[in-house]
């Protein structure tokens, strides 16, 4: 696809002229099967004569030069000057050959247009404005031959646009048309200038290419034949290719909208999955505080039992010294006990004894009570004690439970990270372009707004498929929070702070 044009010349004899002619006029009975008879109407016919009047302008054409040839020979002989006669001579000699109507008759061209000068310029402009400018182009060619040009036909029922004309055999001095390699290259100069202005020059030159080391196919020039003949079947070929390339499409577009759907779906998956992570969260909190507010209590509970032994420990001290007090107040009354009496000898021992009122007294004022205050003392220990064991067992039991309950839902957590990591990943080898139509800022802001810190973002998508793409969308985040505080001090300090 280039910015170019191009014009191609061949000879043509009496017995193609008119089936030529015939060919660009659209006749019917040689109209070519790649042609869109719905378009043949914007095509620009041109005035293509007869082949009995292309004869008599080939003729005309010799006449006239022999006439002016014969002029000049005769004025040279005047002039008595040699050199001027030998020329003239020269000149008149070369219109003696007659013309042959049986031979070539004319020369006819093509004028086409590369792809991206045809879609780009040409095909925007109207009718007459193409046409004006093929006829200038044209125009030129046939003065480079120093001939006569006619029947300019515009072709736009084809593939591309192109312009068909025709050039006279015989050049203004009489002489059979012959156009040398420099002539060639010569109109494929004139015929770019009237385009030059839209950007269209003339194409690369045979000798440009192999130069450049081109494939022998860009310096192989086709003829206006070959090129006619070759563009059904390029045209076909072309059809095929679109037809490909649109069922290509279809199927890429199929699979697009089943990832975009899978997609949707993961998101989908994925929202509720944070809503799940959200709600284990809130759990595993609660858990916590139940857990630090037992460990709390039971270690109350510890200290009151600590205390309550405290307590036992001094009651029996109180016992056993009101026991040692009642014993001082109560020193009972001394007697004299007969221990051994027989007929050679009595004995006696001083003892202390007691009635029966100071024992009452003993045991009712300080011993009984103390004792019984310890008895029912220790009975609540006790009891506490239980409580505390009972307490004690339930909480181990609760963080059994809860232990056992999270590492369910780590398992399950995992399992699921598993999946939706390996769902991705497959997702994203079998569609590589879908990361680009994720929104992956707007979800990190929606984490952020649910409390969650950036780098708690960061860490839940490490090795993933999605990490590189989170990571950059919290460098953003973090980039405009920066900027944003940086404006905020600008605002309140001014700038430079």
Known sequence: MSMTISVRIEPTRASDYCQQRSHDLREKTTTPGYVDDDRTILNSPGDIPSLEKIHEAN??????????????????????????????????????????????VAYRGILTFGTNARLGVIDKLSSQEQDSLALEAINRVANVLDSTFFGITAHRDEASIHFHFYILATNKFGKKLNPTKPDLRKIQDEAAKPFNKFGISRGKSKEAWIKEGADSSKTIHKSVSELHADLPFELEAAKKEL??????????????????????????????????????????????????????????????????????????????????????????????????????QTVTETRILYTTSDMNDLVNSVAAEAFFEIKEREANVQINEEIINQKEKNLIKEKRDFQVKNAEKEAIQIVRDRALQAFSSAAIELHPNLLSDLDFKSWVEIQIGLGISLAEVKEAVKDTAFEDQICSACLKISEKEAQQDHQEQERYYGPGM
């Open 243 to 344: 037809t490909n390339i649109k069922e290509l499409a279809r199927l890429k577009q199929m699979e697009l909208d089943i990832a975009k759907k899978d997609l949707l779906q993961a998101k989908e998956l994925l929202q509720k999955e944070q809503l799940d992570i959200d709600r284990v969260r809130t759990e595993l909190n609660t858990e916590k505080e139940n857990i630090e507010g037992a460990a709390k209590e039971y270690e109350t509970i510890k200290l009151r039992c600590d205390g309550a032994e405290y307590e036992v420990e001094k009651l029996k001290n109180i016992l056993e010294k009101a026991k040692n007090i009642a014993k001082n107040q109560f020193k009972g009354k001394e007697y004299e006990v007969v221990t051994k009496n027989t007929i050679l």
């Open 59 to 104: 003729e005309n054409m010799k006449f006239v030069a022999r006439q002016e040839t014969e002029a000049k020979f005769e004025k040279a002989k005047a002039s008595g000057d040699d050199d001027k006669i030998k020329e003239a001579k020269k000149e008149k000699n070369k219109c003696r050959k007659s013309y042959d109507r049986n031979g070539v």
